[in-house]
Every structure is written in structure tokens, then in C-alpha cells.
């Protein structure tokens, strides 16, 4: 297995920019998240790794050797297809077996592999049959099999899970997972749903528009999104986003909205101009002594906590607080906010305003 670094990597089609000056680095062994919107880049991103796609420019760099203008074929990885890409004339052991025979690899070695991937995956039963009649989840075995048995360098995986039910994809996330934890394998795995990427992924790219808008742990993106974009995007309900304008020095602890002071993190600089205070549901405490104030619109119960949707001087808030706080549709009650969970974001820009709490927000824009 590999470490695959990229660098300044970008690619056109014609006058359309898919990719723009891509940077990132996905350590050995690593299970990584490409994730972002329909058409942000990321599987443009995944084909050139994969060689599919040569970059227009920058470099990619597999196991140390940069592999940029070199076609598929000499690049050592395995790509795993949304719709499989299974033979339909083939028995499951034939499809696992197919790209180890065509490379004349001897018939007991094949046996052997074919073999060893079937146990991984829990498909021995399954060898001799024809794969047009396997359910979904079975099909994705055979089209992981089939990966597993070339012992490539790394992994490529494009949203492998997106033709199956919601229930199953969340039973196959977990298998592949564990998959990946046995065999210890780099994997780059790509996706638009954020709950699958915070599951699974050890690393995430955000992109969007063909940027690479952060990189970093599930955790670091959820608690220091580097830009407004990625806190809306990750996150259900996404962070709140309260605009503003004002002027606040390195020492400031509060800012005025609506004429209330709301607690901040310290900042690194003082800013001046329009600005965000941004908060995730969970931060918010609904209390009656606290002084900013919005009135109750909606609520959405969910078990052990409740969706509260309040409409502020500054905008909507939703707050995500216990089932059995009392939340009635009509009252007016205070919001109160933590400065150490508040996120400033600069209007104009849309990047996070580098914090004392949240240094390293920035770090892998």
C-alpha cells in the first residue's frame, strides 16, 4: 500500500475548469473522504488518480512515484464503480477472477486469491452463481472481491454504495469499514453524503466548484469549518448563521447583535466589516434568562431531542435541545450561545476568522 499525495492538481475540458489547484496528501493505510455537491470536482478527482483523467497540470504522486501522465494501467489501484461493472455472463467466480487470468497469472494462484477474497467478504457460497441473480449488496461484494484479489497499492472507490436502500448502504458502510480496518489498505472513497464521509472516513476533502474548500478529521471539520460553506454543508440541521456587522480587536470576548452581547472566541487579528457568527443546533441553549430572544415557529421531535426552529432579529436559529424541554409554538424565550463552540465567518469571503480556540481553522484550506 501507498501514500498518495496531490499537488496543485487541475484539470479543464475546454474552457470548463472541474478541478482548480487541488491539494492534499492521503496518508498510508488511510480510509479518505472525497466529499462535496453533485459536481464540485470530486470524481474528476478520483478518475485522475485513478488515471482515467490526466491532469492539465500538477502532480500526483503514488507510493513516491509521481504517476500523473501515466495511464491507468501502470498506476497499481483498484477502482470500484458505483453500478459495479460486473460481467453478466460470468458466474461471481469468474468475475472475481477475471482481471488475475488476464494477466495470466497461474490457475492454482487465481484459485487461491479467489478463494482468500470470497472468505474476506463472506461470499464462498456464492462462487458458482450467475450474478445477474444477486441482490445489490451481494453484487458490491463480488465488484470488492474482484478489487481484493489484484492486491493493488491503493483503493479507489467511487460512490460504491449509491445504487443501494438507505438501510442496506448503512449496513454495507459499516462492512466496508471493517473491511478496510483488516486489510489495512489506502482507500479513497468518494461521496456527497456527509453522514457516510463523518462514518467512515479518517480523512475528508470538502470540495466544492472544483475547490478543495478543507481538508482534515471528521471532528476537526464538524468543530472548525474553515468555510461557511463547509459548515452548512456538514451537519443536519447545518450550523446556524447569524449575520452582522462590527468591529472586533484581539481581546474582544463579545460581539452586539440586536443590541445584546453574544459571547465570541478570541481572534488571532481584529476584523472590521460584515461577519457571521455561526453555531451548530446542539450549542444552543434555550433559557429563560438568556436576553437575546426569538420566537418558537416550529418544533420537530425526534426521539431523545427535538428540533426547535426560532425566528431572531437576525435571521432563523435552530436549536437542538432534549425531547422534554418544554417548546411551545407561539413563545418568545431566550437563546444562549458558548464562545468556545461560535464560529466568526467574514461575509464577504466566507472564510472562518482565525480564532485563538480554533487556530488551525485555516490550516488545510
Given amino acids: 500500500m501507498a501514500e498518495i499525495v496531490l499537488k496543485n492538481v487541475r484539470k479543464d475540458f475546454g474552457d470548463f475548469t472541474a478541478v482548480q489547484a487541488s491539494s492534499f496528501k492521503v496518508e498510508d493505510g488511510e480510509f479518505f473522504m472525497l466529499l462535496g455537491p453533485s459536481g464540485c470536482g470530486k470524481t474528476t478527482t478520483l478518475r485522475m488518480i485513478a488515471g482515467l483523467e490526466l491532469p492539465t497540470s500538477g502532480e500526483i504522486y503514488i507510493g513516491g512515484e509521481e504517476v500523473g501522465q501515466k495511464p491507468a494501467s501502470q498506476r497499481d489501484i483498484a ?16 468475475n472475481i477472477s477475471y482481471p488475475l487470468v488476464s494477466q495470466g497469472m497461474p490457475k492454482a494462484q487465481v484459485n487461491e486469491k479467489v478463494a482468500e477474497a470470497a472468505r474476506i467478504l463472506g461470499i ?88 478543495v474548500e478543507q481538508f482534515g478529521t471528521p471532528q476537526d471539520i464538524y468543530d472548525k469549518p474553515a468555510t461557511m460553506f463547509v459548515a452548512d454543508f456538514i451537519g443536519s440541521p447545518s450550523m446556524n448563521f447569524l449575520k452582522f456587522h462590527g468591529k472586533l480587536d484581539a481581546a474582544a470576548t463579545s460581539v452586539e447583535l440586536h443590541h445584546q452581547k453574544l459571547p465570541v472566541p478570541a ?28 420566537e418558537i415557529v416550529a418544533t420537530e ?65
Avoid at 425566528?311 to 418568545?332: I, L, M, P, Y
Avoid at 444562549?336 to 488545510?364: I, P
Fill in 301 to 365: 421531535y425526534l426521539g431523545t431531542t427535538q428540533i426547535v426552529t426560532l425566528q431572531t432579529h437576525n435571521g432563523d436559529v435552530k436549536a437542538r435541545v432534549a425531547s422534554d424541554q418544554k417548546a411551545q409554538v407561539g413563545e418568545t424565550i431566550g437563546l444562549a450561545f458558548n464562545g468556545k463552540t461560535v464560529t466568526l465567518f467574514d461575509n464577504q469571503t466566507g472564510r472562518a476568522l482565525r480564532s485563538v480556540l480554533n487556530e488551525g481553522v485555516l490550516s488545510h484550506g
Fill in 79 to 94: 477502482f470500484v464503480f458505483q453500478m459495479f461493472a460486473l460481467y453478466p455472463h460470468m458466474n461471481v467466480r469468474k
Fill in 267 to 294: 481572534l488571532r487579528e481584529p476584523f472590521e466589516g460584515d461577519m457571521v457568527y455561526g453555531v451548530r443546533p446542539e450549542h444552543i441553549t434555550l433559557s429563560d434568562k438568556a436576553k437575546y430572544r426569538g
Fill in 124 to 211: 464462498e457460497k456464492l462462487l458458482d452463481r450467475p450474478v445477474g441473480g444477486l441482490s445489490g449488496g451481494d453484487r458490491q461484494r463480488v465488484a470488492l472481491g474482484r478489487a481484493i484479489v489484484r492486491d493493488p497499492k491503493c483503493f479507489l472507490m467511487d460512490e460504491p454504495l449509491g445504487a443501494l436502500d438507505a438501510e442496506f448502504r448503512e449496513h454495507m458502510a459499516e462492512e466496508l469499514r471493517a473491511l478496510h480496518d483488516r486489510m489495512g489498505a489506502t482507500t479513497i472513497y468518494v461521496t456527497h453524503d456527509q453522514l457516510e464521509a463523518m462514518q467512515m472516513g479518517d480523512k475528508i476533502v470538502v470540495m466544492n466548484h472544483g475547490v
